[in-house]
């Protein structure tokens, strides 16, 4: 009855929330906690009660006493029991050596639990498990590896586009050695447990599905400021922290020792309406994008369970993925995971990036974009290398541009506007997504092989 419903209650808040525990007990309702000893006899009066009368623990489940019995020192039980409550009547049986009926009550809740967790996670579980044990690539021929890095900084990082649909880029060196070494030695007297948000985003606690710590790390200083600098230009997006209430979107850095890992999960917390209001004005992650900063010997790569694919890491190296659709609607093909892992220390930065901060335009190509695209495009169909032309000097004669790349056969592109700023080569950066998306919608790139340039003399 009563006495149990609380002192149950009380335990479990105990076991996966102290705070809340101690918020309940410190509120009014203390005065009719049951004490430990009441809690331990009102259980044992429901093993007693299963011994002696043989009750079903299906009875249990739903609730069914039979009539004759009394149910002391709490009165009528008449409340049905779920998973955690026969894994605390378990417990307590274990605990007063009452082995076989400690069975009883935990297989009941092993079987809920197994009923209550749904299908689809178990599935999903076991496809983590299996790209944990075989590193899988996504193989179809949408993908592409661009192998250089502009020499002028102007363009693009080596890039390699992972998967396709949903599109997951790696570009690979994005951050220096030293740069790491930065980042890792901020990070160190900051790190902590890790945590999850709960379903809404309001609680946030310590769960067995994320073994890592975390330290987030102070924006106000020139390497944070420069990586959040270049990836925005990269992705378009915006990743500067708007105010203090969204600190928790600051700059993280992971790490994670033999055993870490993140189990299958979204990084975006669900509707609008759902977010918590200390996000509401930022909005949910539009896009997440992780920087390697160190991998483990064996073990932690980064999968997408339902694609199936595992992210090839490499210390240097960055992962960019959206989680939302176009019209902000999860994409559900983004459920990931971190494998455990086995020996070594990974480490890893996570930079997220918040709709309402964002440039939503990125969608939708706008015109002054579509010069750019045009651009990228043939950067990408000169493997990157532009003969030592640099974008700028082939945005003012485009035609030559676009004779070094013999392409395009896009349809689609409007003219080109005029306001590009020819003074700010970083808008080069920004769309190698949209350009992407571009080539592989509009553009025969594959069947129309880039003609090799001439070579200067
Ligand atoms: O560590 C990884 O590979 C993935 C981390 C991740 O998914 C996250 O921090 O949200
Ligand atoms: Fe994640």
């Known amino acids: 009855g009563k006495c149990y419903e ?3 209650y009380a335990l479990t808040s105990f076991h996966t929330n102290k705070e809340q525990f101690i918020k309940y007990i410190d509120s009014d309702s203390r005065a009719s906690l049951p ?8 259980c044992l009066t429901l093993i007693h009660l ?3 009368n043989n009750i079903s623990m299906e009875d249990f489940a739903q609730g ?3 009539n004759h019995v009394e149910v002391e020192p709490c009165g009528q039980i008449s409340d049905v029991m779920n998973a955690d409550d026969f894994y605390l009547v378990g417990s307590v049986a274990f605990r007063f050596d009452f082995y076989d009926e400690s069975v009883t009550w935990l297989q009941k809740a092993e079987d809920l639990k197994m009923k209550e967790t749904q299908n689809d996670t178990a599935e999903n579980f076991d496809k983590f498990v299996q790209l944990c044990l075989n590193p899988t690539r996504a193989t ?12 002028n900084s102007y363009g693009l990082w080596k890039t390699e586009l992972l998967h396709a649909n949903p599109e997951i880029y790696l570009f690979h060196d994005f951050i220096s050695d030293s740069e790491i070494q930065r980042l890792k030695d901020m990070a160190e007297p900051q790190f902590q447990s890790s945590a999850v948000l709960d379903d809404t985003g309001g609680e946030s606690f310590f769960d067995v599905s994320r073994l890592s710590s975390t330290a987030f790390v102070n924006d106000s200083n020139d390497l944070v400021a420069s990586l959040n600098r270049r990836v925005s230009k990269l992705t378009g997006l915006q990743t500067e922290v708007l105010d203090s209430f969204s600190e928790s979107e600051s700059l993280q850095v992971l790490r994670y020792g033999p055993g870490g890992l993140y189990t299958p999960h979204y990084d975006t917390l669900g509707s609008e309406a759902d977010l918590p209001p200390y996000i509401q004005h930022t909005g949910d992650r539009i896009a ?3 920087l390697y900063l160190d991998i483990a010997t064996a073990g932690g790569a980064t999968v997408f369970p339902l694609l199936p694919m595992s992210i090839p890491i490499q210390k240097g190296a960055a992962a960019f993925w959206f989680n939302l659709h176009p019209d902000g609607s999860l994409d559900r093909r983004t459920l990931h995971a971190a494998c455990p892992v086995i020996r070594g220390t990974k480490w890893e930065c996570v930079i997220v990036s918040n709709d309402m901060t964002s440039d939503h335009e990125m969608f939708t190509v706008g015109k ?11 950067i990408l169909l000169t493997d990157g290398d532009l003969c030592g032309v640099s974008p700028i000097a082939l945005h003012s004669s485009r035609d030559l541009a676009c004779n070094h790349c013999r392409v395009i056969s896009i349809s689609g592109i409007p003219e080109a506007s005029s306001d590009l700023d020819a003074k700010d080569p970083y808008q080069f950066l920004m769309p190698l997504v949209v350009a992407t998306k571009w080539i592989r919608e509009h ?5 129309r092989p880039c003609e090799k340039h001439p070579t200067k003399s």
């Not at 553009?443 to 069947?447: E, F, G, L």
């Open 6 to 8: 609380q002192g149950h």
């Open 35 to 42: 004490s430990e000893s009441a809690f331990f006899a009102s």
């Open 50 to 52: 299963q011994r002696i």
């Open 64 to 66: 069914l006493m039979p």
């Open 140 to 151: 179809h021929q949408d993908l592409f590896c661009l192998n250089k890095q502009m020499r």
């Open 288 to 290: 997440t994008f992780i």
């Open 368 to 378: 002054r974009r579509t010069e750019i695209v045009r651009l990228i495009i043939c």
């Open 443 to 447: 553009a025969q790139w594959r069947s």
